[in-house]
């Protein structure tokens, strides 16, 4: 028993934690909202390799999310395919869209629209698995 409240100790713990970073965790995941021109909360988010981020469009404007900086795509190894052209993902108004990262890096994401538009997706690699053989 005592292990079992140490233990949902340390995931509210960790919850609070992430919470404070800004991103918002479900799931094994975080969400990146914007609205008008802008990132809205967090602009940088950690993952860990196999987990989704979703874009959430909350408030006006249209959005084209692709890797790079200052609105201006820049092929990355290793991005999701949703990102892997100049055209890259493309939210409207009120749109969620939800993206897997399978690689580990660390990604820019900006908008060629609203080219002040900067987020940064850092994925680490999924752990092994825990057998220690």
Do not use: W
């Not at 100790?9 to 404070?20: F, K, N, T, V």
């Not at 965790?25 to 979703?54: D, H, P």
């Not at 692709?66 to 990355?76: C, P």
């Amino acid at each position: 028993m005592r292990r079992f409240v140490v233990a949902a100790g340390l995931i509210a713990l960790i919850a609070g934690a992430l919470a404070a970073c800004g991103g918002s965790s479900s799931g094994g995941g975080s969400t990146l909202s914007m609205g008008g021109s802008s990132f809205t909360g967090a602009t940088s988010i950690t993952i860990t390799a196999g987990q989704a981020v979703t874009f959430d469009d909350t408030s006006g404007g249209t959005h084209d999310l692709v890797t790079g900086t200052g609105g201006k795509f820049t092929a990355a190894t290793g991005a999701p395919d949703e990102f892997s052209t100049a055209d890259g993902l493309k939210l409207q108004v009120g749109d969620k869209k939800t993206v897997t990262f399978n690689n580990a890096g660390t990604y820019q994401i900006t908008c060629t629209i609203h080219p002040s538009m900067q987020a940064t997706i850092v994925v680490n690699a999924a752990s092994g698995s825990g057998y220690g053989y």
